[in-house]
């Protein structure tokens, strides 16, 4: 037995901050931030949004994307690295608002690798039989921590959410195979400071482009397949320029590859399953289909996913 995507859903804020609007509060240029990283526009929540309340939109959704009610729910894995407050946990805080009565809750954190950990972290529960349903969710509200005097990162971050509810799948459906890792010899290049975050951007450039690629061959071959096999790549949406890289490591045409980092800009643990929703909704991903997700960040940390998508 095989744990696999039940249903999923996404909260994004509906405030849209572009590029243009950032040129009027700090010294930098649509031009700069389009060409080497691709964003267009994020959203940033309002002040009284906190994480807790967008992991509850997103959650909504893909329970009723899931067919599952909040009873049911056996476990609720939280991903995000800034959570309303250190504890109580934005998972407990989502049991409450969901009246998930019986799961079991915890955050989990992995900085933007954090929903490929909290997937593989519910499928272990699944596939050992001890649990049925498993919420994941990654949310991150990353204008509490950006440091507006830095140029260099404040206009990379968005707000938003985005989950998924884990559970038995039949067939050849499901998480095929998974890789995860961490080096915390690099914990320097990305970290949140006194003043927010600090980032060595060309640093995590380069780990993000030789981890990306190489995670994503890892797990089709883990997987006993093929690049050929490969029907839709989702990558971590921070820079496309990264996500390019991966994309040519794995020989994929560009329509096969999610982009959404124009629209949302990075969202870290978010950003995988808020992209995965908007693929569905455009149907450039349906029942079937082999997909690989892989996610890098802070910590550092990395993970990879191959999964054939469907219930
Ligand atoms: O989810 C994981 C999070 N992290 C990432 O994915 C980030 C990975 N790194 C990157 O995406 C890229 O390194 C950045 C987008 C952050 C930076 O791109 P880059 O091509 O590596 O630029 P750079 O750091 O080499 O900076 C080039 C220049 C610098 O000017 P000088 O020193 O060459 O005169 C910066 O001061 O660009 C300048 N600069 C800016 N200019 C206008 C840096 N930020 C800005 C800005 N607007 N916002």
Redesign the pocket.
């Known amino acids: 037995m095989r744990a696999g995507a039940w249903g999923i859903g996404r909260y994004l804020p509906e405030k849209i901050v572009t590029n243009f609007d950032?040129e009027k509060t700090?010294?930098?240029?649509d031009e700069?931030?389009r060409t080497?990283?691709g964003i267009e526009e994020r959203r940033f929540a309002d002040e009284d949004v906190d994480t807790s309340d967008m992991a509850y939109g997103a959650a909504v959704k893909a329970l009723d994307d899931a067919g599952v009610s909040a009873e049911e729910l056996d476990m609720i894995l939280v991903a995000t690295v800034t959570p309303d407050q250190p504890f109580p946990s934005v998972a407990c805080m989502l049991q409450e608002k969901l009246g998930a009565k019986k799961a079991a809750a915890m955050d989990l954190s992995a900085?933007?690798a954090g929903f490929m950990y909290g997937m593989i972290t519910g499928k272990q529960f699944i596939e050992n039989g001890g649990y049925k349903h498993v919420l994941v969710v990654g949310v991150e509200k990353l204008t509490k921590i950006t440091n507006w005097d830095d140029?260099?990162?404040?206009?990379?971050?968005g707000d938003g959410a985005g989950a998924m509810v884990l559970g038995p799948v039949s067939g050849d459906r499901g998480i095929l195979s998974f890789e995860l890792g961490a080096d915390g010899t690099g914990a320097e290049h990305?970290y949140q400071g006194p003043d927010g975050l600090v980032?060595?951007?060309?640093?995590?450039?380069k780990f993000?482009v030789r981890q990306m690629g190489e995670s994503s061959v890892n797990v089709i071959e883990k997987a006993g397949l093929t690049k050929e096999d490969v029907d839709y790549l989702i990558p971590?949406q921070?820079?496309i320029?990264?996500m390019e890289s991966a994309r040519q490591r794995l020989e994929l045409p560009i329509e096969k590859m999610s982009k959404t980092v124009n629209k949302y800009g990075?969202t870290?643990a978010a950003?995988i399953p808020i992209s995965l929703v908007e693929d569905i909704e455009n149907g450039k991903v349906k029942d079937d289909d082999l997909l690989v997700m892989v996610?890098?960040?802070?910590g550092l940390t990395w993970g990879a996913i191959a999964l054939r998508w469907g219930k």
């Open positions: 950032l700090m010294d930098t240029s700069w931030i080497r990283t900085a933007c140029r260099n990162t404040a206009v990379l971050f990305l980032m060595n951007g060309r640093e995590v450039f993000a971590h921070a820079n320029r990264i990075n870290s950003s996610g890098f960040g802070g």
